[in-house]
């Protein structure tokens, strides 16, 4: 690949490789763990909501909503994670990340790629990344779930209100985070300010749209901290629920 770039271009793609590479190493571990995932009050948001029959017992809350019978055997993590794997995975920003990290489509600007055609998004696979503004609704879902057990993190173990613990600013952290990434999202922006042809005669929406594009700015950075405090928060619950230390409470 021939071209005039004599900077460390390769840098961000290689990183993005390593980074996206530990996150799923991680998380197929821990979804397909089963164990470890709820440390009263805290539950993992890889495994919330737990709909399977299955799932350890757990205070009410959105932690325990056993919706699927018998019939799922699995982890119940594999029965959430799906929904906010599929907008990550059609994300507008993930896949230029991904595109040009592992496919070197293309690797960098102003590098040539090594592909000998291009189709875009208009074949088999690629063309199911339109489903992104799908996957929106259902990681909407997904975060009002996580804002919940938030919420529920600032009980005790045996459900009474008025605890607050590291736990407790690990679990609202990430929430907020992930609210700030889905709601930054471009399917976000379009759906708040999209279609309009006078602005003026749809002030709400406008100012909605404002803030949204203010939050999409910053889509790449709210990427990559929400998909880290995720696997932080998820990696605190299990560390507690297995023994490693117990909660430090503030109160």
């Known amino acids: 690949m021939r071209h005039l770039r004599t900077d460390r271009w390769w840098l961000p793609p290689l990183a993005t490789v390593l980074g996206l590479t530990a996150f799923v190493v991680y998380s197929t571990w821990r979804a397909f763990a089963d164990t470890d995932y709820y440390a009263g009050p805290y539950v993992s948001p890889f495994y919330s909501p737990c709909l399977a029959s299955n799932c350890t017992e757990m205070q009410s809350g959105s932690a325990d909503w056993h919706l699927v019978g018998d019939w799922w055997t699995l982890s119940p993590a594999l029965l959430v994670l799906v929904f906010p794997l599929g907008f990550r995975l059609t994300c507008y ?128 950075l709210l990427a990559w901290c929400s998909l880290t405090t995720v696997a932080l928060a998820d990696l605190y619950v299990y560390l507690v629920a297995n023994g490693a230390f117990d909660d430090p409470r503030f109160f």
């Not at 496919?103 to 600007?109: H, N, T």
């Not at 919420?151 to 929430?175: K, P, S, Y």
Request: charged letters at 15%.
């Open 93 to 220: 920003y993930y896949r230029k990340a991904y595109y040009r990290g592992f496919w070197a489509a293309p690797p960098a600007c102003g590098v040539a790629e090594p592909h000998a055609k291009y189709t875009g998004e208009t074949r088999l696979p690629l063309v199911l990344q339109n489903v992104h503004r799908y996957f929106l609704y259902f990681a909407v879902l997904v975060a009002a779930v996580l804002t919940w057990d938030a919420v529920l993190g600032f009980r005790d173990a045996e459900g009474d209100w008025g605890h607050m613990g590291v736990g407790t600013l690990v679990l609202c952290t990430n929430v907020l985070l992930i609210w700030a990434y889905t709601l930054s999202c471009h399917s976000c922006r379009h759906l708040v300010g999209g279609r309009l042809r006078h602005f003026s005669r749809h002030p709400v929406r406008y100012r909605m749209w404002g803030w949204v594009s203010r939050l999409n700015r910053r889509h790449m």
